[in-house]
């Protein structure tokens, strides 16, 4: 019962880093009828490219050894020897189609997933050893599938079979007469005929079964919400701690920026939802906010900026704009040049006693 609430509860598509620790597991969507497709189609391959090749390879050392047999020393040394030459010939003649046999297997494999270096499958599992996971493995979905991936592939390959072969029944009863070198040749043409229509067959068998093989997979690594919560903080970091964080450098942002508004040349206010503090000294390219804020920061900066006598200019406007596009020691935006040079101008006039100038 718990392993069906856990299996209910992971209702949320795996993420990402999921995927590649499955895969890091050796745990990864492997679907046995591709392996045998190219396997088959391999051999198919082999055998109407080299059929000819290998009878010859064999058929010429066997008749000489047959043809000399009185040569042969049948002592220790000379079986060694005889063996040795057996062993060669064999090589030679069939080194390249056990190749070709062997890249189609492995491209089997590579073909579904990328290579695996994981050496957890070998671990022992109790699961592998309890009875009520083994009852599952019977009667659950994946021997439901294979049972009928068995059931309809006797099907087919019967079908597939008598297609081929029934028209040629025939010239099969009458094999009996032929010569015995002739009949290599007929039972070859069959054969790969019968291999191109068994691999068309389990073409569409591997495709489907690997389709079911994802589905498979792809539901086992189906996470919780627990699971995604829990993945967000080992990959992103606590949530409290992330946000602890950052309001340890909003405070010391905001102490910098209060410990700059004694600097500042004017203060451009809402009233008193927003406040732009500005810097500006001759040689400057423009001026600089050195502090901004709304509401209660905004209440601090006025505060600070009327114990050190600093102008405060009421400019509903400017304030805002400034607000939303200007950040801290950075220049105001050129759209802004005018109306500032204005203010700044007016506070300049009155530092210098210019009383009757107006902005």
Same mark, same amino acid.
């Given at each position: 019962?718990?392993?069906?609430?856990?299996?209910?509860?992971?209702?949320?598509?795996?993420?990402?880093?999921?995927?590649?620790? $499955?895969?890091?597991?050796?745990?990864?969507?492997?679907?046995?009828?591709?392996?045998?497709?190219?396997?088959?189609?391999?051999?198919?391959?082999?055998?109407? $490219?080299?059929?000819?090749?290998?009878? &010859?390879?064999? #058929?010429?050392?066997? !008749?000489?050894?047959?043809?000399?047999?009185?040569?042969?020393? /049948?002592?220790?040394? &000379?079986?060694?020897?005889?063996?040795?030459? #057996?062993?060669?010939? #064999?090589?030679?003649?069939?080194?390249?189609?056990?190749?070709?046999?062997?890249?189609? /297997?492995?491209?089997?494999?590579?073909?579904?997933?990328?290579?695996?270096?994981?050496?957890?499958?070998?671990?022992?599992?109790? *699961?592998?050893?309890?009875?009520?996971?083994?009852?599952?493995?019977?009667?659950?979905?994946? $021997?439901?599938?294979?049972?009928? @991936?068995?059931?309809?592939?006797?099907?087919?390959?019967?079908?597939?079979?008598?297609?081929?072969?029934?028209?040629?029944?025939?010239?099969?009863?009458?094999?009996?007469?032929?010569?015995?070198?002739?009949?290599? &040749?007929?039972?070859?043409?069959?054969?790969?005929?019968?291999?191109?229509?068994?691999?068309?067959? #389990? /073409?569409?068998?591997?495709? /489907?079964? %690997?389709?079911? +093989?994802? !589905? +498979?997979?792809?539901?086992?690594?189906?996470?919780?919400?627990?699971?995604? @919560?829990?993945?967000?903080?080992?990959?992103?970091?606590?949530?409290?701690? @992330?946000?602890?964080?950052?309001?340890?450098? +909003?405070?010391?942002?905001? @102490?910098?920026?209060?410990?700059?508004?004694?600097?500042?040349?004017?203060?451009?206010?809402? =009233?008193?939802?927003?406040?732009?503090?500005? *810097? %500006?000294?001759?040689?400057?390219?423009?001026?600089?906010?050195?502090?901004?804020?709304?509401?209660?920061?905004?209440?601090?900066?006025?505060?600070?900026?009327?114990?050190?006598?600093? =102008?405060?200019?009421?400019?509903?406007?400017?304030?805002?704009?400034? %607000?939303?596009?200007?950040?801290?020691?950075?220049?105001?935006?050129?759209?802004?040049?005018?109306?500032?040079?204005?203010?700044? &101008?007016?506070?300049?006039?009155?530092? !210098?006693?210019? *009383?009757?100038?107006?902005?």
């Amino acid at each position: 019962m718990a392993d069906e609430s856990d299996t209910a509860d992971k209702t949320e598509d795996p993420t990402q880093k999921r995927l590649d620790d $499955a895969h890091d597991r050796g745990d990864v969507v492997k679907s046995q009828e591709i392996t045998t497709w190219f396997m088959i189609a391999g051999a198919t391959l082999v055998l109407s $490219a080299f059929s000819g090749s290998i009878g &010859g390879g064999i #058929l010429m050392p066997m !008749r000489n050894l047959i043809a000399n047999s009185w040569m042969i020393h /049948a002592d220790g040394p &000379g079986l060694m020897a005889l063996a040795h030459s #057996l062993e060669y010939v #064999l090589i030679a003649t069939l080194g390249v189609p056990l190749l070709m046999l062997t890249l189609a /297997a492995i491209a089997g494999n590579m073909i579904q997933h990328r290579l695996v270096w994981s050496g957890d499958s070998l671990k022992p599992k109790f *699961s592998k050893v309890s009875p009520m996971a083994g009852a599952k493995r019977i009667f659950g979905k994946q $021997a439901a599938a294979n049972f009928g @991936k068995g059931v309809f592939k006797v099907v087919a390959l019967g079908t597939v079979m008598t297609a081929v072969l029934w028209p040629e029944r025939h010239r099969l009863e009458a094999m009996v007469r032929f010569d015995p070198a002739a009949i290599l &040749g007929v039972t070859t043409e069959l054969t790969v005929h019968l291999l191109v229509a068994v691999v068309a067959m #389990l /073409a569409v068998v591997a495709i /489907a079964d %690997y389709f079911f +093989q994802y !589905r +498979q997979w792809f539901e086992r690594q189906k996470m919780s919400l627990q699971e995604m @919560k829990e993945e967000f903080k080992q990959s992103e970091g606590d949530p409290h701690v @992330k946000g602890r964080i950052r309001q340890l450098r +909003q405070a010391r942002m905001k @102490k910098r920026m209060m410990a700059a508004v004694p600097k500042a040349s004017v203060i451009i206010t809402n =009233p008193t939802h927003y406040a732009v503090a500005l *810097s %500006y000294e001759r040689g400057m390219p423009a001026p600089v906010c050195v502090a901004k804020g709304v509401d209660t920061v905004a209440f601090k900066i006025r505060e600070i900026a009327g114990q050190h006598d600093i =102008p405060i200019v009421e400019n509903v406007a400017l304030a805002r704009a400034l %607000y939303a596009t200007v950040e801290i020691d950075d220049e105001i935006p050129v759209e802004h040049y005018h109306a500032v040079a204005e203010i700044i &101008g007016y506070v300049m006039g009155l530092k !210098r006693g210019l *009383s009757g100038w107006r902005a």
